[in-house]
């Protein structure tokens, strides 16, 4: 099987580096063993959120040259200040021509909130999400919180504690969806995306929406956990229409309604655009020739390889096998690409959970344009992009979302030989 470009791994790098070779008319296979980072996404997406020395960051632009120096080997410190604000601006509108709806701007940072209710910076919300130009500043009197009986990835107490500190009056409400929807066995299984499913039969939906609007009193907003819409954000457009009132969605613990449903439209995306999209597969050999990837093999098409003129990694970090620990060493399990790790073990994680963990930054090592190294020596036709990727911290600095698409789109961008 021949394609222009063959990308291992259909996570939101992988997609969206062939999406926008779709869109220039090349043909691209994704080869994706399974769930990606987003099915445990937030609902945001980070572009840079603080420095590494923990300076937080209002406007991700003015803060590059900082970051060059006290970061020379992050992947933004590559892709450059002029080129960052080119793709960070193609991003947004690569994820606005999936369908994907969000606010926020690349320009400067708004406030999102964790399934902790704690306030934390990021570039793109999902529209329908609670957020805030800036933090905590929300114009809400009256708020509805709505908790489901039994639901087990949402905890309304942070939430309803918070905006009562602040001063709201809060109307705490549970419904027992199991009486709604009269679907007993879903009682000892209510997760975010059980629930989304039960939302889907327009029955269940519009009696859980007649209860409600029989509660709500005068409420000026309305507050559900992000468990509807997991294929469509408009339900909750809908929702907000038959009760007359905002409503907006906080975030819940994984697994991810929004994340999924961003998933699955930017797979749609690819897919409309003639990309073609081997899911549940899983690439186990590569092959090299010099300094050239010349076939790939999955486990589903055996001894018939893949070929590529191009060939792109998006197989993750650790928590999607992109890289795997050994006892005394980090390995790319796919290609064999060279890491850039700490050799000793003992510093590779720090006690303390919450503290910065040096094996967040390992990945593979890439030159300047994130072409993959291996044996010291670059590989001409495969990049490397998303978590793969060594050199930063993503959780700490919050940016692995705009990590993921920059360098996915800049690589792109070097494949269909744009240098703008
Ligand atoms: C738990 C968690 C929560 C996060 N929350 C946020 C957040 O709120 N905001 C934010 O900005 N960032 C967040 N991030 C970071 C961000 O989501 C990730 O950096 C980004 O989504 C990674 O995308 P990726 O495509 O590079 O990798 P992944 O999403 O990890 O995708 C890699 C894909 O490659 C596939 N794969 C691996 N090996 C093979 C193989 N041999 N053959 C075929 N396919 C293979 C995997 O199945 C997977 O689908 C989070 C990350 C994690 C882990």
Not at 152 to 162: G, I, R, S, V, Y
Not at 219 to 229: E, H, I, R, T, Y
Not at 362 to 390: M, P, Y
Request: contains cysteine; aromatic residues 10%; hydrophobic residues 40%.
């Amino acid at each position: 099987m021949i394609f222009d470009t063959v990308i291992i791994g259909g996570g939101s790098s992988g997609l969206t580096c062939g999406i926008r070779l779709q869109e220039a008319g090349k043909k691209c296979v994704i080869i994706s063993s399974g769930q990606s980072a987003l099915h445990f996404s937030s609902g945001s997406f980070d572009l840079l959120n603080a420095l590494p020395d923990g300076t937080k960051v209002t406007n991700p632009i003015d803060a590059l040259k900082e970051l060059k120096a006290q970061n020379p080997k992050h992947p933004y410190t590559k892709i450059g200040e002029e080129k960052f604000a080119h793709l960070a601006q193609e991003a947004q509108r690569l994820l606005a021509d999936a369908k994907i709806q969000t606010v926020g701007s690349y320009h400067a940072n708004h406030y999102r909130l964790t399934p902790f209710a704690i306030t934390k910076p990021t570039w793109l919300t999902m529209a329908d999400y609670v957020y805030a130009e800036q933090p905590d500043t929300f114009s809400w009197k009256n708020i509805s919180i709505i908790n489901f009986t039994a639901y087990l990835d949402f905890h309304p107490n942070f939430f309803a504690d918070k905006f009562r500190r602040m001063g709201m009056s809060v109307r705490e409400i549970e419904i027992d969806l199991a009486t709604i929807a009269n679907n007993k066995n879903n009682l000892s299984e209510m997760r975010s995306t059980n629930i989304a499913r039960l939302f889907d039969n327009g029955k269940t939906f519009a009696n859980f929406a007649n209860i409600l609007k029989s509660k709500i009193e005068k409420s000026d907003a309305v507050l559900l956990p992000a468990c509807l819409g997991l294929e469509h954000a408009d339900i909750v457009d809908t929702l907000s229409n038959i009760l007359g009132v905002t409503v907006k969605l906080l975030p819940t613990f994984p697994p991810s309604v929004s994340g999924i449903r961003s998933q699955y439209l930017l797979k749609q995306r690819f897919m409309e655009l003639g990309g073609t999209y081997m899911l549940g597969d899983t690439v186990n050999k590569v092959e090299f020739e010099g300094n050239q990837v010349t076939k790939i093999y999955t486990v589903n098409h055996n001894d018939i390889p893949l070929r590529g003129e191009q060939y792109v990694l998006c197989s993750g970090s650790f928590f999607s096998q992109g890289l795997v620990a050994l006892p005394n060493d980090i390995i790319d399990p796919i290609c064999g690409l060279d890491i850039d790790y700490i050799s000793d073990r003992k510093q590779w994680f720090a006690d303390d959970t919450f503290d910065k963990q040096n094996y967040e930054s390992f990945g593979i090592k890439t030159n300047e344009h994130f072409l993959a190294i291996k044996d010291q020596k670059t590989i001409d036709n495969l990049h490397v992009c998303g978590a793969s990727l060594g050199g930063f911290n993503a959780l700490k600095d919050g940016c692995g979302g705009g990590a993921s698409l920059l360098t996915a789109l800049y690589a792109a961008e070097e494949i269909l030989g744009n240098k703008k």
